[in-house]
């Protein structure tokens, strides 16, 4: 029977636990009402017979037929048979006509017996047939409130007798009326239910029809609200369309993963391709013998040393990106390990890189105007912060090397250092030619240069030094922020957060601090 049920739709069976309920409800009411019917007109049958019993006591025996008749003319189905102390009839009123069942089967109620009754009516079985009777006997001479004339001497007692087929007809018809009501009740309620649940339910049809759609492979398909926040169906809506809008967002950080790591692999496998041709193509002409003089061996050599140093530093910065993207992406079953590239923390000023990147724009051109400001101006101002030096030399290295790299020769630079808020602000601002907006979007991806061509002029580089620059200030906990419109110069700003009061510098990493166990995962 349970396996039945489950096979059947849910729809299906909450109307037929409803139509259940509902069933045995009527059932339960109809057969209180039965109960309470039968039992309230079988307390006014005991009142009439007990009423009827307490005449009989006062009068006489009849004499002849004809009293009988205009004596109970008043009570329908009902007999009086006088009897005495041993039982025997002495007198009876009889009905005018038959009584149902041939009358009450009495039994033989001698004078001990009735007085063991004390008065209280009960119920016997007719002579034949399915009839039943209400029978009380009293004894005749017992006080009465009743004076009654022209009695004879009292002895013996009164046999009193209603037939009870008027109470069975009434409560019958009470029950038929009501399975008849409650039937057609069932009906209509069935009906309505129907479409009340089909209507209830109509939420889970759209989960499921929007499910089926995400199956497919339609990932931006959200169920609608068609319940309200406070219901099952509204909270099971919203929390379903938060879970397909976390898949959604996974599904689309995956496909933009593979697609970047599709790019890298092109773009590593190109920038490593290149340098290696042009190694090959030097030792093939000195294995070709194409390289006659001392002069254009040392050439060659030389520039089999450049590209060997050029390849031996994108693999570097390659490996580095590496390393920091397996720290960036740690999850907490891995925050028990060591980092892959840890940081040598301790207290620094930033004023001291600021015053090095003076020196190294000056070194690099110097023909360009070079000033030390503070952020955005004004005076420069100290900048506590609590990081690896040698990384950050290396961030303030690319971020100037860009800054002269890609502004015309003699463009004013400016190198800002200070605080701002809970920050450690450092600059590194040009008025070159700045970048459009999608090349400002896209100015941290690897190997990405706003030359499409690929050049290998000069300043030219591989695209993975503001990559960099991104992965090392994450690393220490702050962020990278650039300034650019076309025509208006680059300004980059790395931020930093000022270290707490006495805080120590062996304190945790600050990538554990930033993403936390229970957020590493995220990166």
């Given at each position: 029977?349970?396996?039945?049920?489950?096979?059947l739709?849910l729809?299906?069976?909450?109307?037929?636990?409803?139509?259940?309920?509902?069933?045995v409800g009527?059932l339960?009411?109809?057969v209180v009402?039965?109960?309470t019917l039968?039992d309230?007109?079988?307390d006014?049958?005991?009142?009439?017979l007990?009423?009827t019993?307490?005449i009989?006591?006062?009068?006489?025996?009849?004499p002849?037929?004809?009293?009988s008749v205009?004596l109970?003319?008043?009570?329908?189905?009902?007999?009086?048979?006088y009897?005495d102390?041993r039982?025997a009839?002495?007198?009876?009123?009889?009905?005018?006509?038959?009584p149902?069942?041939?009358?009450?089967?009495?039994?033989?109620?001698?004078?001990?017996?009735?007085?063991?009754?004390?008065?209280?009516?009960?119920?016997?079985r007719?002579?034949?047939?399915?009839?039943?009777?209400?029978?009380i006997?009293?004894?005749?001479?017992e006080?009465?409130?009743l004076?009654?004339a022209a009695t004879?001497e009292?002895?013996g007692s009164v046999?009193v007798?209603?037939s009870?087929?008027?109470?069975?007809?009434t409560?019958t018809r009470?029950?038929?009326v009501s399975?008849?009501?409650?039937?057609a009740?069932?009906?209509v309620?069935a009906?309505?239910?129907?479409?009340?649940?089909?209507?209830?339910?109509?939420?889970?049809t759209?989960i499921?029809?929007?499910?089926a759609a995400?199956?497919?492979?339609?990932?931006?398909?959200r169920?609608p609200?068609?319940?309200?926040?406070h219901?099952?169906?509204?909270?099971?809506?919203?929390?379903l369309?938060?879970?397909?809008a976390?898949?959604?967002t996974?599904?689309r950080?995956r496909?933009?993963?593979e697609?970047?790591?599709?790019?890298f692999?092109?773009?590593?496998?190109?920038e490593?391709r290149t340098?290696?041709?042009?190694?090959?193509g030097?030792?093939?002409?000195?294995r070709?013998?194409?390289?006659?003089?001392?002069q254009?061996?040392d050439h060659?050599?030389?520039?089999?040393?450049?590209?060997?140093?050029r390849l031996?530093?994108l693999?570097?910065d390659?490996?580095?990106?590496?390393?920091?993207?397996?720290d960036a992406?740690?999850?907490?079953?891995?925050?028990?390990?060591?980092?892959a590239?840890?940081?040598?923390l301790?207290?620094?000023?930033?004023?001291?890189?600021?015053?090095?990147?003076?020196?190294?724009?000056?070194a690099?051109d110097?023909?360009?105007?070079?000033t030390?400001?503070?952020p955005g101006?004004g005076?420069?101002?100290?900048?506590?912060?609590?990081?690896?030096e040698?990384r950050?030399?290396?961030v303030?290295t690319?971020l100037?090397?860009?800054a002269?790299a890609?502004?015309?020769?003699?463009?004013?630079?400016r190198?800002g250092?200070?605080t701002?808020?809970?920050?450690?602000v450092?600059?590194?601002?040009?008025?070159?030619?700045?970048?459009s907006?999608?090349e400002?979007?896209?100015?941290?991806?690897?190997f990405?240069?706003?030359?499409d061509?690929?050049?290998?002029?000069a300043?030219?580089g591989?695209?993975?030094?503001?990559?960099?620059?991104h992965s090392?200030?994450?690393?220490?906990?702050?962020?990278?922020?650039?300034?650019?419109?076309?025509g208006?110069?680059c300004?980059?700003?790395?931020l930093?957060?000022?270290?707490?009061?006495?805080?120590?510098?062996?304190?945790?990493?600050?990538?554990?601090r930033?993403?936390?166990p229970?957020?590493a995962g995220?990166?």
């Amino acid at each position: 029977m349970g396996r039945a049920l489950t096979r059947l739709s849910l729809r299906t069976r909450l109307l037929c636990l409803s139509m259940a309920l509902v069933s045995v409800g009527l059932l339960a009411a109809g057969v209180v009402v039965s109960t309470t019917l039968r039992d309230y007109l079988q307390d006014r049958m005991d009142s009439r017979l007990a009423l009827t019993a307490e005449i009989a006591c006062r009068v006489a025996p009849p004499p002849e037929p004809p009293h009988s008749v205009r004596l109970l003319s008043f009570f329908e189905s009902t007999t009086v048979t006088y009897v005495d102390d041993r039982g025997a009839p002495d007198g009876a009123f009889g009905a005018t006509a038959a009584p149902p069942g041939g009358g009450p089967a009495l039994p033989r109620l001698d004078r001990q017996t009735v007085l063991a009754t004390h008065g209280r009516p009960f119920t016997v079985r007719a002579h034949h047939g399915d009839h039943t009777w209400r029978v009380i006997t009293v004894p005749r001479d017992e006080p009465r409130d009743l004076p009654m004339a022209a009695t004879s001497e009292r002895s013996g007692s009164v046999i009193v007798a209603s037939s009870l087929d008027a109470v069975e007809a009434t409560v019958t018809r009470t029950r038929y009326v009501s399975l008849t009501a409650g039937a057609a009740l069932i009906a209509v309620l069935a009906v309505a239910g129907w479409f009340a649940v089909r209507s209830g339910l109509r939420p889970l049809t759209r989960i499921q029809e929007t499910t089926a759609a995400i199956t497919a492979g339609d990932y931006s398909q959200r169920i609608p609200e068609l319940a309200g926040p406070h219901t099952e169906v509204g909270r099971l809506t919203e929390y379903l369309n938060r879970m397909l809008a976390r898949i959604d967002t996974a599904f689309r950080a995956r496909a933009e993963a593979e697609a970047r790591m599709r790019r890298f692999f092109a773009d590593g496998s190109h920038e490593l391709r290149t340098p290696l041709v042009g190694i090959k193509g030097y030792t093939d002409l000195y294995r070709m013998g194409a390289l006659p003089t001392r002069q254009d061996i040392d050439h060659t050599m030389r520039r089999i040393a450049e590209e060997s140093e050029r390849l031996t530093q994108l693999v570097e910065d390659m490996l580095l990106l590496a390393r920091l993207d397996e720290d960036a992406h740690r999850t907490a079953a891995d925050a028990h390990q060591p980092l892959a590239f840890p940081l040598d923390l301790a207290p620094m000023d930033l004023r001291t890189l600021a015053a090095d990147a003076l020196h190294d724009v000056r070194a690099l051109d110097a023909t360009r105007e070079v000033t030390l400001t503070g952020p955005g101006g004004g005076r420069p101002a100290s900048a506590p912060a609590l990081a690896d030096e040698a990384r950050l030399r290396q961030v303030v290295t690319n971020l100037v090397g860009n800054a002269v790299a890609h502004s015309p020769s003699g463009t004013a630079v400016r190198i800002g250092v200070g605080t701002e808020g809970a920050y450690a602000v450092l600059e590194v601002a040009d008025r070159g030619p700045g970048l459009s907006p999608e090349e400002r979007q896209r100015v941290f991806e690897r190997f990405y240069r706003a030359d499409d061509s690929r050049s290998r002029t000069a300043g030219g580089g591989s695209g993975l030094g503001l990559a960099i620059v991104h992965s090392l200030v994450s690393a220490h906990g702050g962020r990278v922020d650039i300034d650019t419109a076309p025509g208006e110069g680059c300004t980059f700003r790395v931020l930093l957060p000022l270290p707490s009061p006495g805080e120590e510098p062996d304190r945790a990493d600050p990538r554990e601090r930033a993403n936390g166990p229970e957020d590493a995962g995220e990166g």
